[in-house]
């Protein structure tokens, strides 16, 4: 299983952009989809989630900012970012919970990350 990521960017402050991850490979069902980011010298961070349902959650910096949807597939994850802050420059991972085979425990899976940076 592989997840690769996209749309990462230079934005200026109140500019947007959005955010892809694609799943690849075999498997039998993908779970939650997320975005974690990592600013320089702070810990990874979880950013926002969607359920297999479509349930959404988010960390209250970017609620009402951040749009995070999977396509009808399921396969894909976006993210779009507006109104971007200085603060919100990071390297944006996707994360994924998959089920190889019906018969295993969902895996953590992890995309390659994609560098956001936004100027002021």
């Known amino acids: 299983v592989q997840l690769q990521a996209c749309g990462g960017g230079l934005v200026q402050a109140g500019g947007s952009l959005r955010l892809s991850c694609a799943a690849s490979g075999s498997f039998f069902s993908i779970n939650n989809m997320s975005w974690y980011r990592q600013a320089p010298g702070k810990q990874r961070e979880w950013v926002a989630s969607t359920t297999n349902t479509g349930i959404t959650n988010y960390v209250g910096s970017v609620k009402g900012r951040f749009t995070i949807s999977k396509d009808n597939a399921g396969n894909t994850v976006s993210l779009q970012m507006n109104n971007l802050k200085p603060k919100n420059t990071a390297v944006y991972y996707c994360?994924?919970?998959?089920?190889?085979?019906?018969?295993?425990?969902?895996?953590?899976?992890w995309g390659q990350g994609t560098l956001v940076t936004v100027s002021s």
């Open positions: 994360n994924a919970l998959v089920r190889r085979i019906q018969a295993e425990f969902p895996n953590n899976y």
